[in-house]
């Protein structure tokens, strides 16, 4: 049976004629406009970008490979007993655009099995840090220090082959996926645990182990088999993607490019939209003097926020115009494993409420709830209530999807990314012009 390796060096060949021929054939044909406000927006919707890995469809939600989500968790390989796939089957179908045998996932496993021991100088790393730092912070300085264990940096120095560049990046991304639940796990550890660190289970599989490390039972290693999945990519134009895409051109190894990766999903503005979900619905549960209100009362709630000027925390896209199918997996978990949780059936209300709401309101264009109406939720209902921590988790899922897509930057050939910057002047200029 072929390895994943195998695998991907088929794909990648396959894949490099399209690329080229598209460069060398195609290379004028305009793809898209710029407008003014394209420019001074952060380049919103602008198609610059290139990924086979995933694709946001405004009715569908993300896509992996081509596959929806529901088709994603229906059809990746499940350990038995279990409801939610092995997050190790997803990197597999985010690599090869194949769906993996059990077979094929069980060597997965095992190969991220063999890398997930921490060198020495990591923990003394993470136990430098001050008691009251910010987990993403550590989190991010972990990562970058493993630079010093960089596959690439030294074939690099070494002179490898630009067309072999895609092998020691894969190499580098196996052993930094491996290592991701240990040292979140550990920094959790230190700054929620008073230290008490549980030692890996090497029988366990990736997301398995980290429930472990978490000292959580069952189901939360489906909690974190679904996070992990779902939060695994999203197109490469968001600021996570994009700022390790942008790192990695430079040539900047695996380890450089998701640390800088993690520093871009830390802002408020991108991945701590959970997080400030839980706080709003905890704030609404204490002014509700802990009862569940009345669909009325509910209704009401909403109409009171919106009118103060603010806006409703999980809800709405920028790209999705129904249902995030990210926020209906996990309405499924939640109505299968802890429909009594008290901020759930305020979750569960908010959704029969909130929608008809926006649409009558008319400011939003999309008035469904999106992935962060509840994944908060649902780590507060095991027992994870430190919100700080929620961007970390983030950054485990995330990970998986935009190491997949440097890998196959590296085997395509990608370049340098340079746009050009223009001044407000010359905006000016082609502003008048255009009257």
């Known amino acids: 049976m072929k390895t994943l390796k195998d695998k991907l060096r088929e794909k990648i060949e396959e894949a490099r004629p399209r690329t080229k021929r598209l460069i060398k054939e195609f290379g004028d044909v305009v793809v898209d406009k710029v407008t003014i406000a394209q420019v001074f927006g952060g380049m919103r919707g602008l198609k610059c970008l290139v990924t086979d890995i995933s694709y946001l469809d405004p009715m569908e939600g993300i896509r992996y490979r081509g596959y929806t989500l529901k088709e994603v968790f229906e059809k990746l390989p499940k350990i038995e007993g279990n409801d939610m796939p092995y997050v190790e089957g997803a990197f597999y179908l985010l690599l090869t655009g194949e769906i993996p045998t059990k077979e094929e996932v069980c060597l997965l496993v095992d190969e991220f099995r063999k890398r997930r021991i921490l060198p020495r100088y990591l923990y003394d790393i993470i136990d430098s ?82 429930a472990h490390m978490m000292g959580k039972e069952s189901p939360y290693d489906d909690v974190s088999r679904l996070h992990f999945i779902i939060h695994a990519d999203h197109e490469s134009g968001n600021i996570s993607a994009h700022t390790g895409h942008l790192v990695a051109s430079s040539l900047s190894d695996i380890y450089q490019s998701i640390s800088a990766m993690i520093n871009g999903l830390a802002g408020p503005l991108h991945g701590l939209a959970n997080q400030e979900v839980l706080r709003w619905l905890l704030s609404m549960k204490d002014k509700m003097g802990d009862n569940l209100p009345s669909e009325n009362e509910m209704k009401q709630f909403v109409w009171d926020t919106l009118n103060s000027g603010q806006v409703i925390p999980g809800y709405g896209h920028a790209v999705l115009r129904k249902t995030d199918p990210r926020y209906a997996l996990q309405r499924e978990f939640s109505l299968k494993h802890m429909a009594n949780d008290d901020l759930f059936k305020y979750v569960d209300l908010l959704y029969k409420v909130v929608p008809p709401i926006l649409q009558e309101h008319g400011k939003a264009k999309n008035p469904w709830p999106n992935v962060d109406a509840q994944s908060g939720v649902i780590q507060w209902h095991y027992g994870v209530k430190e919100y700080d921590f929620y961007t970390v988790l983030f950054g485990i899922g995330r990970s998986i999807g935009i190491t997949a897509n440097l890998i196959w930057d590296r085997a395509l050939g990608y370049s340098l990314e340079r746009p050009k910057s223009l001044t407000t002047d010359m905006l000016e200029k082609i502003a008048n012009a255009s009257k």
């Not at 490898?160 to 996926?177: A, F, G, R």
């Open 129 to 210: 840090f001050p008691q009251d730092s910010h987990p993403m912070t550590i989190f991010s300085a972990a990562i970058l220090t493993l630079h010093r264990e960089s596959f690439f940096t030294r074939k690099y120095n070494a002179g490898i082959s630009k067309m072999d560049y895609w092998e020691p990046t894969y190499e580098d991304t196996l052993n930094l996926l491996a290592k991701l639940p240990e040292i979140a796990s550990y920094i959790y550890a230190k700054l929620y645990r008073g230290g008490n660190r549980i030692i890996s289970d090497p029988n366990l599989d990736m997301a398995g182990n980290f």
